[in-house]
């Protein structure tokens, strides 16, 4: 049901990553995105965290500043939408990327770091469906109507 058929240039969005210091890559099936900061300073090393999704890169500066203050204005920022199932991230080899990636920048614990947001984005994945089956913040476009012969 989610993946559809978006098409998703994975050689593109790893030669992406790599050029990046901070990534954002946002959920719009749940409005969530996972950001991560791979920059350090002495008094703080790279961040990886599940924030709320927001409406431009702007917008997401502004966010990353207020959740790291101290660091540069202006990170090198890639930042793409990702339309499919989470777990298609681990299957398409970007989780794997980002979890070196993470690990490579000195982040203290990569592997279950990337492990709890992965387990994190399955469980919001999961509650924003169940949301949708039950009808919770959704509404049918088309109602069923009784045919009167």
Do not use: C
Not at 40 to 61: C, K, T
């Amino acid at each position: 049901m989610i993946d559809g058929d978006f098409e998703l240039d994975v050689n593109e969005i790893l030669a992406e990553l790599s050029e990046a210091e901070v990534i954002s890559i946002f959920f719009p099936i749940f409005r969530k995105s996972l950001v991560i900061d791979l920059r350090s300073l002495e008094f703080s090393g790279p961040m990886i965290q599940i924030m709320h999704m927001v409406s431009s890169p702007q917008e997401r500066l502004r966010a990353i500043r207020r959740a790291r203050p101290g660091f540069p204005r202006r990170p090198n920022l890639a930042i793409f939408p990702w339309p499919r199932n989470v777990n298609s991230l681990v299957s398409e080899g970007i989780w794997e990327q980002l979890t070196k990636m993470l690990s490579d920048a000195g982040h203290q614990n990569s592997q279950e770091s990337t492990d709890k947001a992965l387990e994190d984005l399955n469980r919001l994945q999961k509650a924003e469906l169940a949301r949708v089956i039950i009808g919770e913040n959704y509404h049918t476009i088309w109602t069923s109507q009784p045919t009167h012969d």
